[in-house]
Structure formats: C-alpha cells, structure tokens
C-alpha cells in the first residue's frame, strides 16, 4: 500500500467521510467510518457475516453432487473492501453493499450462512482457487485472462469512469486530455489495465494512444487499495482517479463540494462476476441458479435499488451464461 502522507496533521487534513447511499424508500444507511490516508476504513473482523435484503422465501437450492465448501454450513465469500457502493463497512465496521447483500441472499437460498472475507483485490484469485474462500463477489471484470483461472457468473454489467476535482479544473473531457496527467486506479483492476495497455487492453491502452498521437504518456498511479486512489486525488497528487463507473458516480454524488466525473462518457461497459474454481462445478451451478431465481422473482433487482446501482442490472439469460465477456 502506498503512503499518501506521514504528518499526522495530514492525515486528518485528508480523511473523508464515505456516507452510505440510502435506500429505494429513501431511509438513510448507518455513515460509513472515515477513511485515512494508508489505511481502510476500520478494519472488520477477519470473519463477519453481511447485511441482507429482504426477500422472497425460495426453497433451498440443493448443492449437486461434487459442489465443495471451505466449511460446512457456510458459503465463504471473497470480497475487497472497500469499493462502494457495492462493498464498504457501515457505521460499525460491518460490511455491506450491493455485492455483500447479492452474496448473502445467494448464501440464503442455498441454506448456507454467508462469511465474507475482506480480501486484497490483486491476490483475490489465488484466495479462492487456493480454497480460502469459495466465491468471489467483487466487482471483477470478466475478461479472457480471468477466466483462465476461474468460472464467472455475470451479475452485473459496468463501465469505467474518470472522478476529477469538482469544476473540472484541467478540463478533462476527452481521454487525450488524459495525456501528461497523473492518473490514479487501484493495482490489480481493469482500469490498470486499460491504462497501461495489459491483460484484456493489450494493444489499446490509453497512456500508448498519448504517445502515437505524439503526446505525453499518461502518469499512471497505482494504488493497493481503491480507497487510497481516491484520497490522491482529494490530496491533488493526481488530476484523475479511475474506477468502474458505479463507483466513481458514488462518490462524485456523496462528496459533490469535493469531486465530479470528467467529461469523458463511460467507457467500455463489461460484464462483472462471482467467481468460482472452476474445479467445483456443483457450487458453481448452484450459485447460478440462485441468481437466476434472484432475478426472476425481483429480489436481484430490490437490492441493486438500494444502493443505486440498478443501471447495471442483468438479465436471467446474461446470468446463465458462464464467462460471458462484453
């Protein structure tokens, strides 16, 4: 993780408060706890189980012959915290979200007690084909890299998006005005990717189509946590912090006397995954025909409107389509 600032002065001077997004009937959520810069937000217990929305009572899905668990009675969950709205801590350092509640209802129609566990984003693979947990439900892109290692389930379908200073003072409204700036992600994502030119950019990355149009190469910062990303922008270390887009537009609308989005349009909407070792067909099947019946009885949709991020709603046939990339 890299350090923003050492003074303890600026560390407080940096800190922001993350508010929950409130719900569809307009009922706030607990504030999430300030974030300092270094540092998530305070640290959750190592295992903790989420919120969940309310739904429909289904029956128990049946997990088929093969499907494996960490532990018995549980569906341990990988997520990296966090990344709102679809997975921070409330006001009580327990996580929430619109992944951790997709997670737990899943968790509930197969008869099982959700676990998450707050999982770094850039080793969150090996977690889960290295049996710590058994899904992942992370705001991961599926892309042809990912999906050599692991089954993806698409739940939800998201662009990417630039957070400037509010006003828009470098007037960032093209991506080659991203040309010579300093531009943050978080290490291990898709937008690392896109900006560099790797994984599924290979050969179109935006800090390489700078310098073919004989401009500056893109600064491009990495951050190990999105949380930190963030605070470099707030900092004015970077001119531009790059994330899925539900997230950028969380923030942008939680904090707008600090931050808006860029005048670039979301780019290259992709299809994210819950993750499964492709090993454990049986869980993965499972897992699926939970979500389906999520989105078939309204109990899918009931949670992304809570935390407003029902834009990127998927359909029952997306969901029972294994690795579907864009």
Do not use: W
């Not at 979200?97 to 998450?116: H, N, V």
């Not at 700078?210 to 401009?215: D, R, S």
């Not at 707030?234 to 912090?241: H, I, K, L, R």
Request: charged share 15%; glycine share 8%; aromatic share 6%.
């Amino acid at each position: 993780m890299r350090s923003l600032r050492t003074a303890a002065t600026a560390v407080a001077a940096l800190a922001i408060t993350l508010s929950a997004c409130t719900t569809a009937a307009a009922t706030p959520s607990p504030a999430a706890p300030s974030i300092a810069p270094s540092a998530v937000a305070p640290s959750a217990p190592a295992s903790v189980a989420p919120s969940t929305a309310a739904s429909v009572a289904p029956s128990n899905i049946p997990i088929p012959s093969g499907g494996t668990l960490a532990f018995a009675g549980k569906l341990v969950i990988c997520s990296d915290i966090p990344y709102p709205p679809q997975e921070f801590f409330d006001a009580n350092a327990n996580p929430t979200g619109s992944d951790i509640d997709i997670g737990g209802e899943i968790a509930k129609r197969l008869g099982l007690t959700p676990d998450i566990q707050n999982s770094v984003f850039d080793t969150i693979i090996a977690a889960v084909t290295g049996g710590k947990c058994d899904i992942i439900i992370s705001a991961q892109n599926i892309t042809a890299d990912r999906i050599k290692q692991v089954d993806m389930i698409p739940y939800f379908q998201a662009g990417q998006s630039f957070v400037v200073a509010v006003g828009n003072p470098l007037a960032i409204k093209t991506t080659n005005d991203l040309c010579g700036k300093k531009v943050a992600a978080e290490t291990g994502t898709t937008e690392i990717d896109y900006l560099q030119g790797t994984g599924a950019y290979k050969g179109q990355g935006l800090s390489a189509a700078c310098t073919k149009a004989n401009l500056a190469a893109i600064n491009i910062k990495s951050f190990g946590k999105d949380s930190d990303a963030l605070l470099a922008l707030q900092a004015t270390q970077v001119d531009a912090y790059f994330a899925d887009s539900p997230v950028a537009g969380y923030y942008t609308v939680q904090h707008p006397d600090q931050f808006a989005l860029s005048g670039i349009a979301p780019l290259q909407p992709a299809f994210e995954g819950i993750s499964v070792p492709q090993s454990n067909t049986g869980l993965r099947d499972a897992v699926q025909q939970a979500l389906v019946s999520m989105i078939n009885d309204g109990a899918y949709l009931n949670i992304l409107k809570k935390y407003g991020d029902d834009s990127g709603a998927v359909t029952a046939t997306d969901a029972g389509t294994l690795n579907k990339l864009k």
